[in-house]
């Protein structure tokens, strides 16, 4: 829904959570009937690049029902929709990008601009649905292709929707990064020094960091991609050990 001019993403989303509900309701149940619902409006808040506006998508039909008056539930079973919403988007996730796919041709060139031999390990650290790891493999089709995400509803989606690659379960700050001849970040600019640090703590010398969109603050990049649409996002690269005196140290929030 990134191309929709907003509130029209917010505005589908609830009505398409509204169908569901009155469609399942007859026949499965109003408690049914809410959990369906709400999992669209979860669903549908991947695609939303702010918090507040994922925020507004996911809880806006479970509160707009609850408004309604016309739901008969148990106080207890308005709790689902908030447990729906942890399971896709865990707490600590909310600190780093949101789910954001990577755009069809942001990765163009990049293995001419870092160059693995055959058998490479390559991670997309937060790899959400896969678009990162869809990208990856057609810059690297010879490379060992590894994801971590979060969230298990993504994961399993995932993992399913790239076989191709290992998929895994897990926060990204606490992997190790040691093994990997490059590691692919989709992040914030908030989380870019504490990327750039832990980079430079465990992986090997002429190793890659690449970026989209968002450049590692105080670092020179080795290059810089331009994504193949216009407008599109830039690929920031960087090898591995930063030059000593633009060395990048986390800061205390991004340690936290």
Known sequence: M???????PAVLAWAAAWLVHAAARPALG???ALLLASAVGAAASLWAAAWWRRLLIALGFPLSLLLSGTAAL?????LLPLGLLLLLYPLHAWRDAPVFPTP?????????????????????????LGDGLLALRQAYPGARLEGIEGSWPLAL?????CRFARVRRGDIWAADWGDYQLVYLFQRPETMGRA???????????AWLASLEFAVPGAVPQARLQAQAAGGPPLWLYRLPFAPSVAVEATPEETN
């Open 30 to 32: 109003a408690l049914t």
């Open 157 to 161: 989606a995932c993992r399913l929707r």
């Open 196 to 206: 750039a640090a832990k980079a430079q703590q465990q992986m090997a010398p002429g």
């Open 2 to 8: 990134p191309r929709l001019r907003w509130p029209l």
């Open 74 to 78: 148990p106080a207890w079973a308005w």
């Open 104 to 128: 069809r041709g942001a990765l163009a060139g990049l293995e001419r601009a870092a160059p693995l031999a055959a058998g490479a390990r390559v991670l997309d650290a937060g790899c959400g």
